[in-house]
């Protein structure tokens, strides 16, 4: 079986904490909303509110940035944390691969 590789290296959130922004973004509109007489049928907030748009999360880096961004962490001692979940070069630039190369 053959890879494939994306394009363009980035990297979307996908996941609960999209599904849970965009609940939470819901009831706050309509609870913001609801003495208006336009809101009184269910479902008729979707019109005025763009669901898709909620807690979307977009990111790209290049293979070079991924190095220079390692580097710069690495030099900083309050990136204590992500020292210790990527001590080497080669495990940072694997988790890179995982989230902005592969499919």
Not at 53 to 82: G, L, P, Q
């Amino acid at each position: 079986m053959s890879r494939s590789y994306k394009k363009n290296p980035y990297m979307k959130d996908n996941g609960k904490s999209k599904k849970w922004s965009k609940r939470k973004a819901s009831q706050k509109f309509r609870r913001d909303m609801a003495e208006s007489e336009e809101l009184s049928k269910g479902s008729a907030y979707k019109k005025h509110f763009e669901s898709w748009n909620i807690a979307d999360y977009c990111s790209r880096m290049t293979r070079r940035e991924a190095v220079e961004w390692y580097e710069h962490r690495a030099k900083d001692e309050a990136s204590a944390y992500f020292l210790k979940r990527y001590p080497t070069l080669e495990k940072w630039l694997k988790y890179w691969e995982k989230c902005y190369y592969r499919k």
